[in-house]
């Protein structure tokens, strides 16, 4: 009961336990809620609610609200001619000749005297933020929630395994091949050089970029003036573009990615296709296929990047 709310509410929850038949508010508007938004009223509904011996029907507005599931405002409290007593926290009302009071839930807390004690105020303050359940109010409190999270605490270890031997030596032996930092600048021209062609006749993208948190954001800048400094990139006077996006990963890292599937949908095949090594080879087929099975081919970048 809230002698401040112009509405009698019902919870969008509430309806749809109760499987109550809404329909549509003859008088659609806006209201105000607490956290100062304006949410819309386009539905309402018959609630059946009994107050100790009485029984009643009234017209409810829907909202999404979590604070109870049915919330009787002003307009009940105006029709039925409501009493409210400030100092009990009580609602009387006629009903068929004799009043009916209704009480609080909960019982009245009566003043405590302060006893000293010797905890901290860091104890005092977990005590006061620590709840405990009966086992009935707990499976009370489980039928009105139906959603129960369990939170299992363990110490956590920074124990790492260490590596084989023989992977520890094989790693040392070509520990040049693939160093924890590229070199600041791009490796020497080979003589095949690779372009990208486009179809012809095809509009180039220009893309706008992907909504980033501050965080993301500051992650995508500090790794693109990482490869400028380096050489990898440079700035672009292209008015076309496409845009990237951060991917985590399993160290919790974030891996920049191209966004490149609308340039690949323009792009011309320009390379041959694979040669199909006929069943009158030398080498049996199956055995070429076991072997190129197992190949794995990376990149200097991508090795560096752990990123295979």
């Not at 919330?71 to 009990?88: A, F, M, N």
């Not at 405590?112 to 009370?140: C, G, M, Q, W, Y």
């Not at 372009?195 to 970029?209: C, E, Q």
């Not at 050489?231 to 990615?257: E, Q």
Request: net charge negative; hydrophobic share 35%; with cysteine.
């Amino acid at each position: 009961i809230d002698g401040g709310s112009t509405l009698n509410v019902i919870s969008e929850t509430a309806v749809a336990r109760l499987h109550l038949q809404a329909e549509p508010h003859p008088h659609p508007f806006h209201v105000g809620w607490v956290d100062k938004t304006r949410l819309p009223v386009t539905e309402r509904c018959l609630v059946p609610l009994q107050l100790g011996p009485c029984h009643e029907q009234l017209y409810c507005d829907i909202l999404p609200m979590s604070v109870a599931h049915v919330l009787l405002g002003r307009p009940w409290l105006y029709d039925r001619r409501v009493k409210s007593c400030g100092r009990e926290n009580t609602y009387t009302f006629p009903h068929e000749g004799k009043n009916i009071t209704l009480k609080p839930s909960n019982p009245a807390i009566k003043p405590t005297k302060d006893v000293p004690s010797n905890l901290s105020i860091k104890e005092k303050t977990l005590e006061h933020r620590l709840s405990i359940l009966s086992p009935v109010d707990f499976a009370h409190e489980l039928q009105e929630t139906g959603v129960v999270f369990a939170l299992l605490l363990k110490p956590a270890s920074d124990y790492i395994t260490p590596l084989a031997e023989p992977i520890q030596q094989l790693l040392t032996e070509f520990s040049d091949v693939i160093p924890d930092d590229l070199p600041d600048d791009l490796p020497p021209a080979r003589e095949i050089q690779h372009v990208i062609d486009l179809v012809p006749g095809s509009a180039i993208p220009n893309l706008p970029h992907y909504r980033m948190n501050p965080p993301e954001r500051a992650e995508l800048n500090r790794q693109i003036h990482g490869l400028l400094a380096k050489g990898f990139i440079r700035h672009s006077l292209s008015p076309c573009a496409v845009p990237v996006i951060l991917t985590p990963k399993k160290d919790g890292s974030w891996r920049m990615c191209v966004d490149s599937r609308t340039v690949n949908k323009i792009t011309g095949s320009t390379l041959p296709m694979v040669p199909r090594i006929p069943s009158t080879s030398s080498v049996p087929t199956d055995q070429i296929e076991d072997v190129l099975d197992h190949e794995v081919v990376a990149s200097s970048t991508g090795g560096s990047t752990r990123y295979l």
